[in-house]
């Protein structure tokens, strides 16, 4: 065939039907439906293929239809007309009004459309509402879970069962301790749990042999006189590898007991600067304990984890040394500079002579915001550009307002560059972030990437 003839050939529509069913099941449902007038092979296809309902975009599309009502309308429609199976639903109840949260979610769950249900994203419109009846009749095949802005009264939670759930996410919610670990035990599957600002439990045991990742965020400022996490313990998780904590201005004690794989944890913090009364957060392994970035006691080393980030109130080198010798294998260092106060100066060449000979740097990736080049940051990143080995990338985040070709000259002065211990290390001068901040972390999706916190730049 000539090329005029071979651009006109309709090579999608002659894929097999299941294969266009999932690329309608990936477009917004409205999208999805309109796919019927684009040839007659399409007509049947949609009717058929997974839905995917997605109510807070459908929101968005009918807003200057009045405050829900006409997407309201959209929704009973598509599910009406629409035979299924269900493959994903986002619907919350602050997307359409108390009305039609109280009156109308219902209902809707009840639709055969949705049997089958692989992802829900569903949440109402406060902690204190339990969720609507039939919320959980799609336990046995859901895959990915949030529930958010709801009350989980034990009642509803106790006796449930998710045998193929991999992702749990709890965003706003009331739940009791007890009915949170019968939540968590009824996930024999569970590989990503991420909890936000939930309250009414004060600590999480985790035990668990599938669990890879868990995220928490126990910020009290939301309901401050509401009972919040305060401890997380890993009791037995042979398959956890990553452990993130999402918030710098509450304490939170965590306790590792058994995490034999665990790589990845972020974010240590040396506390909020504007939250200078709250407590410092806590890592305990066995008897090693690190309070806030300060390793008090170093019974034992960690040999595991290679991914640490960290939120720095001031860039400290002796702090990141200290963490190097509790973690002597970690290969990837993220660090943000939280706030612009008096800092120490990080000279090195003289205070560590023999701590250098000694020291073991495995770190392949460096990672570092804020930088403008003052000259504790230079001491700070000359100590790695000369002395870690093993260094592959050197990323460093410029503050846009310092970045141009004069900075970046005298920078590659300052730093030594051509003295480095590591012949193939680059370094990367940006104005991008390349550090992705607890607050990014918004879906349990998140924790599921191989490095939480890095930021293509």
Known sequence: MGEEDEGRVDRISSLPDAVLGDIISLLPADEGARTQILASKWRHLWLSAPLNLDCADLLARYSDHGIGEHAAGVVSRILSSHSGPGRRLRMEGDHFGLEVATNTMDSWLRSGTLDNLQELQLGYYSTEA????????????????????????????????????????????????CSLHSLIAGCPALDCLL???????????INSRTLRSIGVDNDNSVYPNRVHLEELIVENAPSLEKLLRLHYGTGLHVSVVSAPQLETIGYLSDGDYWFQDNPYSKLVFGSTIIQGLHVDKLAMVILTVKTLAVQMKTLCLDTVIQLMTCFPCLEMLYIQIKASMSRPSNLWGRKHPDLIQCLDIRLKKIVLDSYRGIKSQVNFVTFFVLNARMLELLILEVLSEHYNQEFLAEQRTELQLEKRASIGARIHFTTRKCVRRPKDIKHVRDLDSVDPFSVEC
Do not use: W
């Open 130 to 177: 339990p969720l609507p009846s039939y919320t959980f009749r799609f336990a046995p095949t859901l895959r990915v879970a949030t529930i958010k802005k709801c009350n989980l009264p034990d009642g509803t939670i106790q006796g449930l069962h998710f045998p193929l759930l991999k992702h749990l996410g709890l965003d706003y919610v009331s739940i009791s301790e």
């Open 195 to 205: 909890m936000l600002q939930s309250i009414d439990f004060r600590c999480l045991r």
